[in-house]
């Protein structure tokens, strides 16, 4: 796959994991799952939450289509998507 950039990884905060559990609706999962998507392609994909300048960097990804609103920082590298909260 030459050419490609690789995918970062998806990290869940406790809150965010418990979240994720709570989640019945296979609809839902999915439009979860897309979103996820979206964001281990390209971190970047969320709009920066105006705040302070310290690290890490809130950002917050919203699909209006599907629902789904995620706030996560990155790390450092881009290498690792960590994901604080999710409304789906």
Same mark, same amino acid.
């Not at 998806?10 to 996820?36: C, G, M, N, P, Y």
């Not at 994909?45 to 706030?71: C, K, S, W």
């Given at each position: ?28 999962l ?7 998507? +979206?964001?281990? #392609? ?8 105006? %705040?302070?300048?310290t690290?890490?960097?809130?950002? /917050?990804?919203?699909?209006? +289509?599907?629902? #789904? ?8 590298? %881009? ?7 999710? /409304?789906?």
């Amino acid at each position: 796959m030459a050419g490609q950039q690789r995918r970062a990884r998806i990290a869940f905060s406790d809150a965010a994991a418990k979240q994720v559990e709570a989640i019945t609706s296979e609809a839902q999962l999915h439009a979860l799952d897309r979103a996820l998507v +979206v964001i281990s #392609v390209d971190p970047e994909a969320g709009d920066p939450i105006p %705040g302070g300048a310290t690290d890490p960097r809130l950002r /917050e990804y919203t699909d209006t +289509v599907e629902r #789904v609103r995620l706030l996560y920082w990155t790390s450092a590298l %881009g290498t690792v998507v960590v994901v604080a909260y999710i /409304e789906v």
